[in-house]
């Protein structure tokens, strides 16, 4: 069965949250992201895109090439909510969807062209979205995530792109390489060098030169500039969490070895996340009890990776869940709602050295494995 995917993605998504509680910043160009010096850039509006600015530039260089801008230090939590209600929003319509990251997500239509005209279906979310939400959103619509995705790319801002298997060729051919998802700067430059710099060139290469190029990697890229892609949409409710428990040796009522327990499973956790590229949306903590009784309370809190932040969560959650009578048989801790993205994105303050900790940190665990260092 011809399957069809459909990739919704929020348009500058943090300028939009931005935007839209602050009207008057329609129309200016906005970057978001760290204040200091040290920052980097999360994201920008189309009208900073006109002066150069782009993520993950320094703060400093966007302020040298667009003084004019309007600054923003970003709000996780406010960003949280509104991924969330776009996330609500499409879970109500959908019938299968795929969180990718907070601002990203795709559907699978396939079949559902029996009862509806998938397009319009498609575009009725996409306008109860932007009427529920107010932020606005493209989409792109083909056979699978790659061509979808790239479709998506090509109706921004605020628009929408089918495009029908007959077409993915033609579609695809004139574009640059650089619009394949997994095509960066390094492999850009690399195909560029040798007069590869558009889809239908790449496309019409010999697989075996691209895998001698690229090895692997090369096939994969040579896949999806051919539009193939049986990637699957994964059901957002059936992504997998990821947990760790201890049984102590000795019921306990320890509490500081609680504590450095629960804070040992934390950097863990935050470790794999970070490792995974992934970002965590709701914290569980589990106590079982001498007489084996167990309970757990959850918390949803602002996307993070960062284990200081996991840590106040766990510790806050511990506070209202523990009954000080009973001796501590087991502690668990559960991280789930997992979304793509840089972790980088859950700190817009000023504090790179906590940021440049976290890099040295896992750097060390790469290389030496993940009990080489622990946090104090």
């Given at each position: 069965m011809e399957r069809t995917i459909l990739h919704l993605d929020l348009d500058t998504f943090f300028v939009s949250v931005e935007r839209l509680l602050h009207p008057e910043l329609e129309g200016r160009p906005v970057i978001v992201g760290g204040m200091g010096?040290?920052?980097?850039?999360?994201?920008?509006?189309?009208?900073?895109?006109?002066?150069?600015?782009?993520?993950?530039?320094?703060?400093?260089?966007a302020r040298q090439l667009c003084a004019q801008a309007?600054?923003?230090?970003?709000?996780?939590?406010?960003?949280s909510r509104y991924s969330r209600l776009v996330t609500d929003i499409i879970a109500d319509e959908a019938p299968v969807y795929e969180k990718m990251s907070i601002d990203e997500h795709y559907l699978d239509l396939t079949g559902m062209d029996r009862f509806h005209d998938c397009q319009l279906w498609s575009h009725e979310?996409?306008?109860?979205?932007?009427?529920?939400?107010?932020?606005?959103?493209?989409f792109g619509l083909s056979e699978n995530k790659t061509v979808a995705k790239i479709a998506t790319g090509e109706a921004k801002p605020n628009g929408e792109k089918e495009v029908p298997i007959p077409y993915i060729n033609s579609?695809?051919?004139?574009?640059?390489?650089?619009?394949?998802?997994?095509?960066?700067?390094?492999?850009?430059?690399?195909?560029?060098?040798?007069?590869?710099?558009q889809i239908g060139t790449l496309r019409r290469l010999p697989p075996q030169?691209?895998?001698?190029?690229?090895?692997?990697h090369g096939i994969d890229i040579w896949k999806k500039a051919n539009g193939h892609d049986n990637t699957p949409v994964c059901p957002y409710q059936e992504?997998?969490?990821?947990?760790?428990?201890?049984?102590?040796?000795q019921d306990t009522i320890d509490i500081n070895a609680v504590h450095q327990c629960m804070a040992r499973m934390v950097e863990s956790l935050g470790y794999d996340l970070r490792s995974q590229h992934k970002l965590t949306g709701c914290v569980t903590l589990k106590i079982r009890y001498s007489d084996f009784d167990t309970?757990?309370?959850?918390?949803?809190?602002?996307?993070?990776a960062f284990d200081h932040l996991l840590r106040q969560t766990v510790n806050s959650l511990f506070d209202r869940l523990y009954n000080r009578r009973m001796r501590i048989r087991l502690v668990g801790v559960r991280l789930s709602e997992l979304v793509s993205g840089a972790p980088q994105l859950t700190l817009f303050d000023d504090n790179t050295e906590l940021t440049s900790l976290y890099d040295a940190m896992d750097r060390i665990k790469n290389r030496f494995g993940e009990n080489a260092i622990h946090h104090s």
């Amino acid at each position: 069965m011809e399957r069809t995917i459909l990739h919704l993605d929020l348009d500058t998504f943090f300028v939009s949250v931005e935007r839209l509680l602050h009207p008057e910043l329609e129309g200016r160009p906005v970057i978001v992201g760290g204040m200091g010096d040290r920052g980097v850039v999360s994201t920008c509006s189309y009208e900073a895109r006109q002066f150069g600015v782009h993520s993950a530039m320094p703060m400093r260089m966007a302020r040298q090439l667009c003084a004019q801008a309007v600054f923003i230090r970003g709000d996780m939590e406010l960003y949280s909510r509104y991924s969330r209600l776009v996330t609500d929003i499409i879970a109500d319509e959908a019938p299968v969807y795929e969180k990718m990251s907070i601002d990203e997500h795709y559907l699978d239509l396939t079949g559902m062209d029996r009862f509806h005209d998938c397009q319009l279906w498609s575009h009725e979310l996409r306008q109860r979205i932007i009427r529920e939400s107010g932020l606005p959103i493209s989409f792109g619509l083909s056979e699978n995530k790659t061509v979808a995705k790239i479709a998506t790319g090509e109706a921004k801002p605020n628009g929408e792109k089918e495009v029908p298997i007959p077409y993915i060729n033609s579609f695809l051919d004139p574009l640059s390489i650089q619009k394949i998802p997994m095509v960066g700067e390094k492999t850009y430059a690399l195909l560029s060098s040798m007069g590869v710099e558009q889809i239908g060139t790449l496309r019409r290469l010999p697989p075996q030169a691209m895998e001698h190029v690229l090895g692997k990697h090369g096939i994969d890229i040579w896949k999806k500039a051919n539009g193939h892609d049986n990637t699957p949409v994964c059901p957002y409710q059936e992504r997998k969490s990821i947990s760790k428990e201890r049984t102590f040796e000795q019921d306990t009522i320890d509490i500081n070895a609680v504590h450095q327990c629960m804070a040992r499973m934390v950097e863990s956790l935050g470790y794999d996340l970070r490792s995974q590229h992934k970002l965590t949306g709701c914290v569980t903590l589990k106590i079982r009890y001498s007489d084996f009784d167990t309970h757990d309370m959850q918390q949803r809190i602002p996307y993070t990776a960062f284990d200081h932040l996991l840590r106040q969560t766990v510790n806050s959650l511990f506070d209202r869940l523990y009954n000080r009578r009973m001796r501590i048989r087991l502690v668990g801790v559960r991280l789930s709602e997992l979304v793509s993205g840089a972790p980088q994105l859950t700190l817009f303050d000023d504090n790179t050295e906590l940021t440049s900790l976290y890099d040295a940190m896992d750097r060390i665990k790469n290389r030496f494995g993940e009990n080489a260092i622990h946090h104090s």
